[in-house]
């Protein structure tokens, strides 16, 4: 009996098909588990695979898909007592980002900072930090934020049962970029107001949300959304809080899913939904205490660069070169 599973953002609809890379096995873990780690082997959020057979099957609506894997899609998150148990051992990455050749992990240099955002699947919100300009990004991530179960794996957290949303670890040096910048770019590149999914992406792993080390970086979030919120004159249902509000906030995704959208044979995927509204100059937003932190990317920037739809998967893989 053949077997298939399709991500949360294809159902009911024609997946895309990819075939599992040769050195990968499936674990025996039941046939439902067993079928979405196939899935999820080749790093796939958004493809289809089936087991025993080069025959792509079609998952043909959310029930099959929830059947599956019971909380994924779900609108309420998993309860900390429910959550899945996770693991000690940390996930393995390369030493080397793909693409910027800077260390994966730290310990990093002491003037840089770092940011966790989660804005959709996590591939294409990658790509568009590590792109902007400057020489400002020393390095990004991808991994599972503001969740309860340590080290999940990516079936896990697509399984809604580990409280995780999908999300980038951005390592920046602020004298060459500004976190309004990143903030800026964070908030234009999605929309923020759609709660447990993004674009077809749906489930509580596909949550919007911005986690920060230090009061200033706070402030700062905190200062934009309600300036954004109002420019956009809908409600923003992006999760903010403090590091510190977890055990360890960020957690390292699969190697494969590192960098992914640069690698060679990756499928152009991205769910965002930019909606092509601005946030509000600097000024009129930033709080007194912060306002120091002026952004390093001018208007003109904006002007030609800033996120439209699509605008990550049909970009170069490089940073983008401004002025």
Known sequence: MHRAFA????????APTARFPRNRQTRSLGSKSAAAVNHFAKGGCGKQLSLNSRRPLSVRSASLFDALMGLAGSSGLVAKED????????MAVSPKHYVLGTPMEGPWPENMEVIIIANGCFWGSE???WRLPGGGIHSTAVGYAAGYSPNPTYEEACSG????TEAVQ?????????????????????DPTQGMRQGNDRGTQYRSGLYWFTEEQGALCKASKDAYEKALGRKITTELAPASDYDQVFYYGEDYHQQYLAKPGARPYCSAQPTQVSLPPFETWAPESVKHLTPKLTQDFWDKEAPSPHCVIRSPNAPIQWP
């Not at 959550?83 to 940390?90: E, Q, S, V």
């Not at 049962?161 to 995780?164: E, F, I, L, M, Q």
């Open 7 to 14: 991500c949360s953002r294809f159902v009911g609809a024609s």
């Open 161 to 164: 049962r580990t409280g995780h």
């Open 83 to 90: 959550a899945l148990p996770g693991r000690d051992r940390k």
């Open 170 to 190: 951005v390592v920046y040096d602020p004298s060459k970029i500004a976190l309004a910048d990143i903030l800026r770019w964070f908030w234009e590149a999605h």
């Open 127 to 129: 790509k568009g930090m």
